[in-house]
């Protein structure tokens, strides 16, 4: 079989004699098919390597990338819980004879079994694999619920469902299909018509499925059930935890359920704690930004605050930073809530509110355990706040976090919490503040030049920058049609010198900050950073401006300060 479609490869000119054998050679070197080495080394794209495939076994081909809708009926003739563990798919009928599609010509040993099941005769087209299942769970998912809801009432609690019941199989199925698609964040929202999916990915959030309005209760009360939260109550926001092993990696999710009109609403958030540590290099940190960034984080003493909203990345950042300090002489310590990575050599510590384990308790206790280092989760009151600063003015290197617009509001904001000016300027050395845009997708991404309003927005200028060629977005299958994969670092940088300590020790409002600072040049803003990462080809002008500034205030931030 596999040397007849590499024949057939051959003889179309989709792949050359070299090609084929490095397949082979792949094919060799584990369990592999040869289709599947063909796809791993990138030589075809599966659609056209499944039509060969088929050609080569005598099969018909069918296509279900087109978006082609499958007629109802056809749907109805196969058992859900059938089409789901077989991946098949019903795509025609003719002359009594139903056509499924599968993904391998050895499936075509169930025919009989199908046969057996529908009552008539059953033939085979062969489909390409990430087609067929993503048909399949487009119209058996459906077909799932339906399945759920009938075998659930409204009311009913799940407390004694096995594993295989449909509920639990559902929410599986759930956690499975996030984790494949790179979600941060699960989103589930009742309504009066249905109960909404939906999924973060690269940042956006994307309609994912679309569950029977019935289905809120049950589906709700095994996710509370998992996540220790109280199944019963319905009129309080709730926060919870579950820990998962999905493909052998352990995964935390964070769930945080509010009430609202049509129902409860729960959020949950994904962390893969089998991820590998980012480096600073790869948050997009380089050039001139990684040898300042290097050299705050070198200082014996000090604070250093990583700035930004929630899911921008600032905990992700200042593991990179203890990544590059994390050496046998030094002892570093870290209070968090919760422990994201658990990372050799460093001491971690899991705030637990219940026994009255906070922030400022845990920090009192870390200073005399003499570290070098102390990360701090995030300072969130006067008592964290405190206990952090006096750390570092008494010979401390303390990292920490703040939910602050930009670099230069943690300063009034640590103020406004209650921490003397003083002590403020003369314990924090340097703030980052941070977004997350996306990549241009690197399959399909494509250069045209760029616009006199672009260059506007990112404050450049046309005499320099006039003739510069930038991404656009294009979108491919790698992508899934966004023309984005994986995200980037943009980064706002603050360092402290003396005239801005002492602006901050007499209590300077923000504005004369910040504009000291930038004309001093002691700050970069965010669309600075944006500006050169859109020059470079790496995102596009339209993310940077959905999260930096607007264009206006843009123009005049960056007109100080030109993209390096």
Known sequence: MTQSLAELLVLQGLLTQDQVREAQALQRGGTLKFEEAVLRLGLLEESGLYRAFAKSQGLPFVDLSTGKQVLPALIQRIPAEFARDQQVLPVAERAGKLIVAIDDPLKRIIVD???????????????????????????????????????????????????????????????????????????????????????????????????????????????????????????????????????????????????????????????????????????????????????????????????????????????????????????????????????????QVQVQQKIGLSFGRVLKAMLRAAPNIILVGEIRDIETAEIAVQASLTGHLVFSTLHTNDAASALTRLIDMGVKPFLVSAAVQGIMAQRLVRKLCVECVEKRPITAPELRALGLDPRTHGEAMIGQAKGCRACEGTGYRGRLGLFEVLELDENLREMTFRNASLDKLRASALATGKLRPLIVDGARKVLEGRTTVTEILRVARSAESAEAAAANQPPR
């Open 113 to 347: 079994q199908l046969a057996f099941q529908v009552g008539g005769e059953v033939g085979c087209a062969l489909a390409a694999p990430t087609a067929l299942r993503a048909a399949v769970a487009k119209y058996y998912g459906e077909a799932a619920e339906a399945d759920v809801a009938r075998s659930m009432g409204a009311d009913s609690s799940s407390d004694d469902e096995g594993d295989d019941a449909p509920i639990v199989r559902l929410v599986t199925r759930m956690f499975n299909d996030a984790m494949s698609m790179r979600a941060s964040d699960i989103h589930i929202e009742p309504s009066n018509s249905r109960v909404r999916v939906r999924f973060r990915i690269d940042g956006m959030l994307r309609d994912i499925a679309d569950h029977p309005p019935h289905l809120a209760s049950p589906l709700l009360s095994r996710l509370k059930i998992m996540a220790s939260m109280d199944i019963a109550e319905k009129r309080k926001p709730q926060d919870g935890r579950i820990e998962l092993e999905m493909k052998g990696r352990p995964v935390d999710v964070r769930c945080s359920i509010l009430p609202a009109s049509h129902g409860e609403s729960i959020v949950m958030r994904l962390l893969d704690r089998g991820a590998n540590l980012v480096s600073l290099k790869q948050l997009g940190f380089e050039g001139e930004d990684y040898a300042w960034f290097k050299r705050l984080i070198s200082r014996p003493n000090g604070i250093v605050l990583v700035t930004g909203p929630t899911g921008s990345g600032k905990t992700t950042t200042l593991y990179a930073a203890l990544g590059e300090l994390n050496r046998p002489d030094v002892k570093i310590i870290t209070v968090e809530d919760p422990v994201e990575y658990h990372i050799s050599g460093l001491n």
